[in-house]
């Protein structure tokens, strides 16, 4: 009976936790900075977000869209093959558009949640979104060459990154 109780146990806590191993951490005490109810899904596996109009993937790039969540491994680029892999998702159409692009800082801070953490984000907008940083547009100049800021999704930061780093990527549809 003992074991049967841990095996139950671990399998409830496997549901809980997910795939990615660990459960994001919210303030519930604080209001929501990105509430669903500010995303309207679009039926092809994008959301636009009502109040700055940015049409946005479910899922990082690498991932799939299944109509209900997202699957597979999220993708990690370094900047210029980040743009590339923007180059072929526009030339595929993914999501019936061809202009995708890497969103700007502002942009995708606009979609941290700053109540949660690890990640620091939705996930009933953008389910299974990885703890790790994700590339901007923006780039920031470096003392001996240029950056680019990412947002870091285990905590919402924006840190500057070297274009050799390796990061994932949340393509963006808008203005």
Same mark, same amino acid.
């Not at 370094?78 to 700007?104: C, M, Q, T, Y």
């Not at 942009?107 to 953008?126: G, H, M, T, W």
């Not at 001996?144 to 924006?158: D, E, L, M, Q, Y």
């Given at each position: 009976m003992k074991k049967l109780t841990w095996v139950l146990a671990g399998s409830v806590l496997a549901l809980v936790m997910g795939p990615v191993g660990a459960a994001q951490t919210c303030d519930v005490n604080k209001a929501e900075s990105t509430p669903s109810s500010r995303f309207k899904d679009n039926g092809d596996g994008t959301v636009t977000d009502t109040r700055t109009k940015l049409t946005w993937r479910h899922c990082a790039l690498g991932m799939s869209w299944n109509g209900q969540t997202c699957e597979g491994q999220s993708a990690s680029?370094?900047? #210029?093959?980040?743009? +590339?892999?923007?180059?072929? /998702?526009?030339?595929?159409?993914?999501?019936?558009? $061809?202009?995708?692009? /890497?969103? $700007?800082?502002?942009? /995708?801070? $606009?979609? #941290?949640?700053?109540?949660?953490?690890?990640?620091? +984000?939705? /996930?009933? =907008?953008?389910?299974?979104?990885?703890? $790790?940083?994700?590339? &901007?547009? &923006?780039? #920031?100049?470096?003392? !001996? %060459?240029?950056? =680019? &800021? #990412? !947002?870091?999704?285990?905590?919402?930061? %924006?840190? +500057? @990154?070297?274009? &050799?780093? @390796?990061?994932?990527?949340?393509?963006? =549809?808008?203005?």
């Open positions: 680029y370094d900047f #210029v093959n980040a743009k +590339i892999a923007i180059e072929e /998702l526009n030339a595929a159409g993914d999501s019936k558009h $061809s202009d995708w692009r /890497l969103p $700007s800082r502002q942009e /995708l801070a $606009s979609i #941290v949640e700053a109540r949660c953490f690890k990640p620091a +984000i939705n /996930l009933d =907008v953008f389910p299974y979104s990885p703890e $790790s940083g994700f590339w &901007t547009g &923006t780039e #920031v100049d470096g003392v !001996i %060459a240029p950056r =680019v &800021t #990412v !947002i870091h999704f285990i905590n919402g930061g %924006a840190y +500057i @990154a070297n274009k &050799t780093q @390796a990061w994932r990527v949340r393509p963006v =549809v808008g203005k």
